[in-house]
């Protein structure tokens, strides 16, 4: 089970954390991904961190701004998002596969989701 928090209402240039803690299960062994999907958008992948954390991506728009980790002793993972802009307004899903994945269809377990909404 996964449980996001972390959202809110920010100024574009702002910043926010975003968690994903996990219950049950061997999280050390899950890739995990933060999805984001905006107002009338598809659920894109915004960034990924693979179990050992040695391996990251980022989607191309929050690349810079966003930063992914993970600490696997407290299973979390934690999305820093700074320079902030209204397009990041969306609400974000952290993801867990087996596996190194980019493409949300391979993800098997799905927190609930935590809105990020960024005023200009």
């Known amino acids: 089970q996964l449980q996001a928090s972390g959202g809110g209402l920010v100024q574009a240039g702002g910043s926010l954390r975003l968690s994903c803690v996990a219950s049950?299960?061997?999280?050390?062994?899950?890739?995990i991904a933060w999805f984001r999907q905006g107002p009338g958008k598809e659920r894109e992948v915004a960034a990924v961190?693979?179990?050992?954390?040695?391996?990251?991506y980022y989607a191309n728009s929050v690349k810079g701004r966003f930063t992914i980790s993970r600490d696997n002793a407290e299973n979390t993972v934690v999305l820093q998002m700074n320079s902030l802009k209204p397009e990041d307004t969306a609400v974000y899903y952290c993801a867990a596969a087996t596996g190194w994945r980019i493409i949300a269809a391979y993800y098997d377990y799905w927190g609930q989701g935590t809105q990020v909404t960024v005023s200009s």
């Open positions: 049950g299960g061997a999280f050390n062994s899950y890739t």
């Open positions: 961190i693979s179990s050992s954390a040695g391996t990251t």
